[in-house]
């Protein structure tokens, strides 16, 4: 499965214009399926928002191992879910061949608190079509500067009530 994988990859990436190598009845990856993580994370619901990736699937994250499987992706996105951060996604370019797609895109993460972005950055994804659905298969994000203190919930914040209603 890997070599097929990487093969898909290559091809995609050997193409003088990306853009031109999907069919056109293909065309880019629907902005339903594009959004569909960041809309569950910001529901605060880490089991649906790990159920958008496949069973062998990575998160890659800047600075840190890799986070793979659906248990440890779940994991992943309950340790960083909060009611006052939410997280949103602009895909730039994707292009979809056959039942392998990639996309590129740009990402934020808002603190809602304070109603500022506290962190942007870059992404890439790799997406399989499992059973007629996108499911994504890697996923990896690189913020455009130091990581900002404000996405974290200060001491104060972490021992009232409000601040640990998400946290299980």
């Known amino acids: 499965m890997r070599i097929h994988t990487v093969a898909t990859t290559l091809m995609l990436m050997a193409c003088a214009d990306l853009a031109s190598c999907a069919n056109p009845e293909e065309g880019p990856l629907p902005g339903t399926v594009t959004t569909a993580v960041s809309r569950d994370f910001n529901l605060g619901d880490a089991l649906t928002t790990a159920a958008h990736y496949t069973d062998d699937a990575q998160i890659l994250p800047p ?83 130091g990581q900002s203190e404000a996405v974290s919930v200060s001491p104060e914040e972490a021992t009232t009530p409000s601040a640990n209603a998400i946290a299980k």
């Open 63 to 145: 600075r840190h191992p890799a986070i793979e499987g659906k248990p440890a992706i779940a994991a992943f996105f309950q340790a960083n879910m909060d009611k006052y951060i939410s997280f949103g996604n602009d895909t730039t370019w994707s292009v979809v061949k056959g039942d392998v797609a990639i996309e590129q895109g740009i990402y934020n993460v808002r603190n809602v608190r304070v109603g500022e972005n506290v962190e942007g950055g870059k992404y890439i994804r790799i997406w399989k079509k499992v059973n007629g659905g996108w499911k994504l298969y890697r996923d990896m994000f690189s913020p455009d500067t």
